[in-house]
């Protein structure tokens, strides 16, 4: 303001010498114009002031379409156990239908290693890859030496509002030449499954393209009716075989802590991905 001041003092007496030259009116005129001119100029001045001002004041809009990532329970399920139980439940709620409660899973041809051995070193793996994103964990089980069924592992998740399961296990087949990861979901339209199915599908999904960016060699996602786990979860559910254990490469693969991190850490996000577009 004193600026202005001290510059309008300055026009106004070069516009009374200008009119007390040859021309007072065409000087005049100059006059008025560098007035007009230099005004018009502060208010510009002014208005782009103000609008810093407003710019720099926080806004109160708040961006509320994502939950933090501490307001999500995930529970991760290490298959199978140290010794299987041959004993019978049903594969569903009021299903005939009947499986063995749970097996010890397979074994590693090249490194010998147990199924639930791998599995549960995977699953905790992944555990701290989860925590470390501020979700909340709950693990069916964190030893070997357990009795746990299927049925009774999905009850868990159930009884503890989990917003998702991730069930971690590896495959095994006699054709020996057979590689990759798989990713299992509830059967769409399954007696026991329908109103899981959508949010499981849709996990994996987020699972599947951070698989393929991470380079994970994967076979795709499948959807199967028959797995007890599934049709006793009311929560969404996706399984993930992570390898051939009968391949001896990538038997060896999946027991490198190096690739068992790179392979958790494209399940994690996977996951952070799809609860950020719920």
């Not at 746990?148 to 592992?153: A, G, H, P, T």
């Not at 929560?235 to 958790?264: I, T």
Request: glycine residues 6%; positive net charge.
């Amino acid at each position: 303001m004193k600026k202005y001041r001290l510059l309008v003092t300055v026009i106004i007496a070069m516009g009374i010498i200008l009119i007390g030259t040859s021309n007072p009116i065409t000087n005049l005129q100059k006059y008025t114009n560098m007035i007009n001119k230099q005004d018009i100029q502060n208010k510009q001045d002014n208005k782009k002031n103000s609008d810093k001002t407003t710019d720099n004041k926080p806004s109160n809009k708040s961006n509320n379409s994502t939950k933090p990532n501490n307001n999500y329970l995930i529970c991760i399920d290490p298959g199978h156990q140290e010794k299987g139980d041959p004993n019978l439940e049903p594969v569903g709620p009021g299903s005939s239908n009947k499986k063995a409660r749970v097996s010890s899973g397979t074994a590693g041809i090249a490194t010998k290693k147990p199924e639930y051995v791998l599995n549960l070193e995977a699953s905790t793996v992944l555990k701290h890859i989860l925590e470390g994103k501020g979700y909340n964990i709950i693990m069916t089980r964190e030893s070997h030496d357990v009795n746990i069924s299927n049925s009774e592992r999905a009850t868990l998740a159930n009884e503890k509002k989990a917003d998702m399961v991730i069930r971690v296990h590896a495959d095994s087949l006699d054709n020996s030449s057979k590689t990759g990861a798989s990713i299992l979901i509830p059967e769409e339209g399954g007696k026991y499954t329908s109103a899981i199915y959508e949010d499981s599908n849709k996990c994996a999904e987020s699972i599947k393209q951070s698989m393929n960016e991470a380079g994970i060699n994967l076979n795709g996602i499948f959807q199967r009716g028959d797995l007890t786990g599934f049709n006793w979860s009311k929560v969404p559910v996706v399984l993930v075989e992570m390898g051939f254990m009968s391949n001896y490469n990538e038997d060896q693969m999946m027991s490198n802590p190096d690739y068992q991190r790179k392979l958790m850490q494209s399940i994690a996000d996977g996951v952070e991905d799809y609860f950020r577009n719920k």
